[in-house]
């Protein structure tokens, strides 16, 4: 037996050498249908690593090559052949251009179109688009790219931008719906851009409907890139910079301050540092220049029945504010198999991130510490605890933070977990037949820690200090599950009916747990743990549930004629059993007129008219509002304090939904090939049965001094505009195209309970307010025309002897005529959110060059400067702008920035702080140069190396440090945060070199 063995080995061993020794060497060309040579197609064998790709010329030379092996041919935009060899040594091949190609494939809910046959507002960013910018979040790279989409980006490494589809249209949360490769997410902050194929905007009924109770703001899809079949392809993506800002407030120095400390308020600082002769800019002891790194790989390829793609990614920014930075490790594994009917694949993707953010104290942004700070008080002093330098009341004469102690001594982390992923399998039932089922996870665990040791800024009597140190820990856990189960029928007849129907079923689970504790330690400053010192210890848990069901059918006549209908069912765990269930019907109706005989002989290549209607849900409030609920951490005043449990708050079980009707009505065009493009759009959305807590009386007894309720309507409407030119022949090649969007929205009902609503506080008054006939979150406020110059000015006003307002203060308007000023002469004096988006993109191509030029703006917008109120406000002292050396001293002295100290009214909410906040930005700028030595190309397939510049320009009458107003990073942000700058995180310059690579 075991000779027989040997023989049998020895006679294989044989056999594969004979078969070794026929290899041979193939060559030949690869034209397109026209003649002309195709550069770079992948030429590989069937199943194997063994491949090259054309030359300039079209040519190919490939070895080791076995007469059964097959050679596979493919080309971006053409459709691949695969040629078994036989006896040939020779093979010229033809590639047609694919089918796909000449029909953009766009990514909708639940499936996909071709591009002439969509009838909704689909706005769709390529992966090109995606990485032109260095960014932390893929959400900041949509700033300026689609029509009627707001980013309202924040210079925090780290935070998430403002996402808005096509303005606001609920007091509630107007986030977009997130959906990664059909797995529904909190977010896009924890994906590596460079992991993106396409992001795809979904913004009417007719594409947002499908998704019911989430669909109501807008869906954000999000395609990641797969492997293709085909020779493996490698690439590795680097680049390093640094972000700055150049933009500071002009503040007084030390001898101005001390002449303006005496001059205004008679008070002349005793602290010996005061004749020190230090001159501390304290802005720029805060504001740093923060290298930014980003490393990314990827790998993918695959055979006849799979493909993969594996990446990770590490990107790391310091921030421009000292102690401030982000760092992200991400990982990405994407893989599709097919068996003979069966389709399997999976989506997976881990992300570890680091977020050091900007620290605050008293509710104040560093920069507004800053501003306010003694210029001749040092940054630091090593005779005192902690090692800073802050005022003594006594002794200076105020009480400004150090901002450098706020932000360095101790540290602040923010470190996240992100786990998300699909798997799927598609069963072939009969042609055109598909049964697919899917399940989705993600799972986000969070640290949020602060330690802060004790400190005490002057040995002399500090006005900051603290005896203990602090310790904060906030954990928790969010985790996301959805079942997705679908029939899809897709079939043609007579050649020009097409007909596609869905059939789908829809469960998501999330359950949120959080724990947040805090203590103090007055022992030491060397144990960052939480004890039962002064301690807060809090857990929560808060499951919610939605199913829902939807059916949907698409058909075209000869692509000519388009009619979309969907109705879903939704049920959400946020309502009670009275009006859990939602109904959201869909219409959609196109006219490809290109399409038409008539239209033969003329240069439109596209010409196709849409419009829709249709329903979408709003279900974000908190949970468990429909019942009454109890809070178990309630203070009686027995014995002192007496912690027990009391009843939380009203239920409201008649809670229903909040619902959106939408209306949009577009016009495609394309002339000359599609040379020329543009795009129009109307819409018009009304949300009614709006959910929002009214304020209930504190008599009525309960901890929660609200109850959700349904109470009003909200109606916006706007146009969106893109425009674009193609110029892709000759050495010489460019593009340009241009978005613009508009959006109004007005309340027209608050229900029979409310007059209206506030909030946004600043100093004990509310800054913004919503009201029947105006648009949401409007200022509200004091009209002001100048200073009161003398006496009788003020009595014209006031009468003689009726008022404490004296020459020199504000001269506010008495709107109503009764000779008083109050909170009756108060009214809107702006709005947050601007009259115009848009957004400009260049790209031009020379040889080997390329340039890209992006460029964003905002217009129409107001800004509430908070600053001004630090700058030349002048309640008492603090150090001030510059503006204050001209402030009112005599009559003509100034008629804009008032007397030190004076009236009350001088800093009360009015337009005086409002600002024009419209701007223009030079988003990005990259040049850009692709070698093609053939020296490389024997290693490389491609290998280019860029310089970029991101927000070196900024065009704006907005006097603060950035008129983009991002989220605060200070307070508990909300809609009424909008456009009030307290300090605000600025944007950063950024230059960097970069390379990309693949093999």
Known sequence: MMKFKIAIAFFMAICTQSVLSQTKTVNGNVADNSGSPLPGVSVIVLGTNNGVSTDFDGNYSIDNISSTDKLVYSFIGMTSQTIEVGDKTTINVVLEESAESLTEVVVVGYGTQSRAEVTGAIETISSKEISALPVTNAEQALQGRAAGVTITNSGSPGTAP????RGYGTP????????????????????????IETINVLKDASTTAIYGSQGSNGVIIVTTKKGKTGKTSISFNTYSGVNYTTKRYDLLNTQQYLKYANDAFGVVPTSP?????NDTDWQDEIFQSGLMQSYDFAISGGG???????????????GALIETGFERFSFRANSNFTLGKFKFGETLSLAFNNQNPESSNGGRSLIEHAIKSAPYLPVYNENNNGGFQGPSNSLDGQDAENPVRIASLGNAE???VTIAGSIFGEFEILQGLNFKSQVGLEHISFNNNAFVPSFNDDSEGATHSSTFATITKNSGTIKGITLTNSLNYDVSFNDVHNLELLLLAEKQDVTTETLNSNSQNPITDDINQVSNESSFLQSQTIEYEKIGYLARANYNYDQKYLVAASIRRDASSRFGKNNRWGTFPSLAVGWNISQEDFMTDTKWSNLKLRASWGKAGNDKIGDYQYSSTLTSDFIYPIGGAAVGTTAAGLGNPNLKWEEKTMTNIGLDLGWLNNSITASIEYFNNTSDDLLYRVPTPLSAGFDQNYLYQNVGSVETNGLELNVGYNDFEGDFTWSASVNLGTSKNEVTSLGEVLQFLEGGNFESENLQRISVGEPLFYFHGFKTDGIYQNQAEVDAVFGPGQTTVAPGDVKILDLNGDNQINADDKTKIGTPYPDLIYGLNANANY?????????????????????????????????????????????????SVPRAGGAPQNTQASDRFLEDGSYTRLKNITIGYTVNNESFSKYFSNLRLYVSGQNLITLTDYSGLDPEIGLSTVINNSNYELGIDRGTYPQP?????????SF
């Open 162 to 165: 403002v996402v808005r589809i």
């Open 172 to 195: 509630n949360d107007n986030s977009p719906l997130y959906v990664i490769d059909g797995v529904i997410s909190q977010s896009l902050g924890n994906i590596n851009a460079n992991d």
């Open 273 to 277: 540092l005061s004749s020190s002769n």
């Open 304 to 318: 006849e029945d799979n493909t993969f793609r594996f990446s990770a990614g590490y990107v790391d920014q310091e």
């Open 414 to 416: 923010n470190k996240g």
């Open 847 to 895: 040889k080997n060059w390329d340039l890209n030029m992006f460029i964003t703006g905002v217009s129409g917008v107001d800004v509430y400067n908070t600053n001004i109120y630090d700058l030349e406000g002048m309640p008492r002292l603090f150090n001030a702008g510059t503006g204050v050396l001209n402030r009112w001293t005599g009559e003509g002295t100034s008629n």
């Open 989 to 997: 310059k950024s230059l960097l070199f970069g390379i990309q690579m």
